[in-house]
């Protein structure tokens, strides 16, 4: 049973490029969450995206988008990069997460550098 | 704002048993706490969960205290590959992220 994929591994961009990430959920799961982790910092909520909606969002300004497929893969969207959104991006995946119970399972993440 | 408090880093000697604790005054009565662990250079990994009741699980135990305001998270023999940095995380009421904060960052002795 594959667990939870991202794409690339690595990634170096230049500022105000765009980026795209890819994120396919671990098997049965159909809620993808986002996170970016900054070097030694705890990972932070980006978005949340249930039944192709996002249901949830994040401290984070309009340049980061996300979309939800109907196989439940996700992608996250970075326009205009900046220096600052050099970080370590993770997805998440759960089943329907409910408040209070839900496990979310974390992909190996995908490094971003902004050159 | 993480609204949980935990020491930056611990110590333990391999095979020995680790308790971490993590402060959260500021629990409401429905919130549940989380336990994840980071290892080096992976994604978090989930540990265990709670509600009021101590909890077990082939990874760890999770000690909640009467009150709710703490909880302790213990392994029972660590292990060189326990060393990681462990994240307590308490569900915010209708929120479906989970708010990490900086966590500990367990170091295992051989």
């Known amino acids: 049973d594959a667990g939870v994929t991202q794409s690339p591994t690595h990634l170096i961009k230049t500022r105000g490029q765009q980026v795209t990430l890819r994120c396919s959920p671990k098997?049965?799961?159909?809620?993808v969450s986002w996170y970016q982790q900054a070097l030694g910092q705890g990972p932070q909520f980006i978005f949340q995206?249930?039944?192709?909606?996002?249901?949830q969002r994040g401290n984070f300004p309009d340049r980061f988008s996300g979309h939800q497929f109907p196989n439940y893969s996700s992608e996250l969207n970075v326009n205009a990069l900046l220096l600052g959104d050099s970080a370590l991006y993770l997805c998440?995946?759960?089943?329907?997460?409910?408040?209070?119970?839900?496990?979310?399972?974390f992909g190996p993440g995908t490094r971003l550098t902004v050159l | 704002d993480a609204k949980t408090t935990q020491p930056n880093s611990m110590e333990s000697n391999e095979e020995e048993p680790v308790h971490l604790p993590c402060n959260h005054s500021?629990?409401?009565?429905?919130?549940?706490i989380h336990w994840y662990r980071q290892l080096p250079s992976q994604g978090p990994e989930y540990v265990i969960h709670?509600?009021?009741s101590n909890v077990n699980n082939r990874m760890a135990s999770l000690a909640i205290a009467e009150d709710r305001k703490s909880s302790t998270l213990i392994l029972h023999r660590a292990t060189l590959r326990d060393a990681a940095v462990y994240y307590c995380?308490?569900?915010?009421?209708?929120?479906?992220?989970?708010?990490f904060g900086k966590g500990t960052k367990l170091s295992v002795i051989p």
């Open positions: 998440a995946s759960s089943l329907e997460v409910r408040w209070g119970t839900d496990t979310q399972y």
């Open positions: 098997s049965g799961h159909d809620t």
């Open positions: 995206y249930y039944e192709e909606e996002e249901r």
């Open positions: 500021t629990i409401s009565g429905t919130d549940y």
């Open positions: 709670g509600l009021t």
């Open positions: 995380i308490r569900d915010g009421a209708g929120s479906y992220q989970l708010t």
